[in-house]
């Protein structure tokens, strides 16, 4: 599989490493997808190429934080008279692309599956585990080195083929909106909350994905929301 640059991608501080990851069967050509947001490296099919490339930077000291497309945390109702009938309910921000329905079930259980194989070929690749996180504030705050974040590339937010490739272009969004997420939570401003699991308990599933693997993560996280990079809607005049 030949790693080749996107034809465009955000510029992000070169000491970040930020790729956006369009999960899919890898049975399929270009089922699985994934690009870096500094125009430097993409690829598609073969995770562990993906892998080879976290963890040599890692390895070099560079953090990198992974935007992937599926839901990553869910919201568990709270078991007062009554609640149950929340389960599987969208969450907040969701609108009419919920986490319960076909596409999301689907996939949240591809995705889910890839993460926690990623993370584990992590571990057995990095000279010493990378500290993982779902938050970005203990990201930027370098308490961990790894970020996993979930994208979500949907409706209006639906970019256009790139040379007829869906899945490349929806990791490319992907990657650009968690780049600007970054920057701007860097320069001070309020991080976008656009899905949320409130008022409901959020199952971090990336959370749980990462221990599975042996990453070393709090654990905490696992009632913590992911971000989800909800990537925007283009307005053209």
Known sequence: MTITPPDDASPVTPALMVIGVDVGSVRRKGGFSWVSSDGQLRGEDDPSVLGSVVAAALDTGRPVALAFECPLSVPVPGVGEGAWRDLGRARSGEGNRSWSAGAGTGALATGLVQLAWLCRLLVEQ????????????RFLEAKADLLIAEA????DGKP????GMQDHADALAAVKRLAEILEATRAGLPTPTDVTCLPHDALN??????????????????RLDVLVAKVLPVFTG
């Open 205 to 222: 599933l990336a959370a749980s994905a990462a221990m599975h693997a042996g990453l070393p993560i709090a654990t905490d996280e696992l």
């Open 152 to 155: 979500m590339v949907t409706s």
């Open 126 to 137: 990095c000279a010493v585990a990378p500290r993982a996180t779902t938050q970005v504030d």
């Open 160 to 163: 256009e083929s790139v040379d």
